[in-house]
């Protein structure tokens, strides 16, 4: 198992342009999330999915969006980028139920820079 | 709403020896699940450990282990034998049990001087 990929590592971005941060997992874990760090803080939740077509927000919604259309992928869209974006990225899955239950797996991480 | 306290922004052992860090919560909730999740220079989230709150018995992985006080909502990490390859972030975090928000600390930066 690859666990949790994300793509790209890291990215520069101009001022109001746009970008998909890719993620998938290959556990076939029903729940998906998207986090962000900025600098010398914890993560903050941005959105979640609790299964394929069903989608919440978390904590920091604003200025994002993302979509659900199979279990394995949780695609996160930022549109007109601002430089409060700049931050890394962190998406994350869990089963949901059972063994090992409520624990959260995370792929490596985006680095985004908005300038 | 739930919140994770780290009080010690830095800290620093000798290869080989013990270190404690602190991690305190605060929630009014009694079914929850704690985790320690450590972030080397790769910027991997990676965990260390979890304690299920419903346990009295203290979590243990290798030279990890926890001291879990719920009464008093402290979950410290001890690191025994600690080599330099723990040099890392650590981070406490918490989630409510069947709850989507996983709450962290702002961390504690652990190095390990050889």
């Known amino acids: 198992n690859a666990g949790v990929t994300q793509t790209p590592k890291f990215r520069i971005l101009k001022i109001g342009q746009s970008m998909t941060l890719q993620c998938t997992q290959d556990?076939?874990?029903?729940?998906m999330y998207w986090y962000r760090q900025d600098p010398g803080m914890g993560l903050k939740l941005i959105y979640y999915s609790v299964g394929a077509g069903i989608t919440d927000k978390g904590e920091v919604p604003n200025g994002y969006n993302v979509s659900r259309s199979t279990t394995e992928d949780f695609p996160l869209r930022l549109e007109l980028a601002a430089p409060s974006q700049t931050s890394v990225y962190f998406c994350?899955?869990?089963?949901?139920?059972?063994?090992?239950?409520?624990?959260?797996?995370f792929g490596p991480g985006t680095r985004l820079l908005v300038l | 709403a739930q919140t994770v306290t780290q009080s010690q922004p830095e800290m620093s052992v000798q290869e080989a020896e013990t270190v404690t860090l602190s991690c305190t919560y605060d929630?009014?909730?009694?079914?929850?699940?704690l985790f320690w999740y450590k972030q080397p220079p790769s910027r991997q989230m990676i965990l260390v450990i979890r304690q299920e709150a419903y346990k009295q018995q203290n979590a243990t992985e290798n030279r990890f282990s926890v001291n879990f006080q719920k009464a008093a909502k402290s979950f410290s990490l001890k690191i025994s034998d600690s080599q330099l390859g723990d040099t890392a972030m650590y981070f406490c975090a918490f989630t409510l049990t069947g709850a989507n928000n996983l709450f962290f600390g702002t961390g504690t930066r652990l190095t390990v001087i050889p």
């Open positions: 556990m076939n874990h029903n729940y």
């Open positions: 929630t009014s909730e009694n079914n929850y699940y």
């Open positions: 994350a899955s869990r089963r949901l139920a059972g063994h090992l239950g409520e624990t959260q797996y």
